[in-house]
């Protein structure tokens, strides 16, 4: 396994903290009082076309069934998902965007982006595309 601390400098560690930092206070700031694990779960309900089961929601983010079941329950409450039962399977509950959802997830996106774009403001122009160069790079799916 890559030993991170002998291959990545501490400046660049820095660097990432800074990142990380702005791009949780986007969330925190536009996220409208939802945590991080709840935005977790609403983007992987995002990203499926057919919505999620609660087994999925689960599975994705690490966590036992009961806790990814009371994550979707305050999702539900938050109006931004709604559950319903498979068409295929009755035995299946699906969990899907809301409007206010996609609406949310738009909102913390845009406010992301902001923030993201001031954190790298003052860097010199090579350095700042040296960065989004990779982070594009990592950002893809080993497939791309």
């Known amino acids: ?3 991170v601390r002998t291959t990545v ?4 560690l820095r660097g990432a903290r800074v ?19 709840q935005l977790s779960g609403l983007r992987l309900i995002a990203g499926l076309e057919t919505g ?12 036992v069934p009961s806790n990814a079941s009371r994550l979707v329950d305050r999702l539900v409450a938050f ?20 409007g206010a959802g996609r609406r ?6 845009a406010a992301q982006v ?12 090579a350095e700042r595309s040296a960065l989004v ?5 990592t950002g893809r799916s080993p497939e791309e």
């Open 9 to 12: 400098d501490p400046a660049t």
């Open 52 to 63: 999620a089961t609660v087994a999925q929601v689960a599975d994705v983010l690490g966590v």
């Open 19 to 37: 990142l990380h930092e702005a791009m949780g206070a986007a969330a925190r700031e536009a996220g409208e009082g939802l945590t991080p694990v």
């Open 79 to 98: 109006g931004v998902v709604h559950r319903a039962r498979a068409r295929s399977d009755r035995r299946e509950v699906r969990v899907t965007l809301s």
């Open 133 to 137: 160069a990779v982070l594009g790079a």
């Open 114 to 125: 902001q923030h993201l774009q001031r954190a790298i403001a003052d860097m010199p122009d």
């Open 104 to 109: 949310l997830l738009e909102q913390v996106d």
């Open 1 to 3: 396994m890559l030993d």
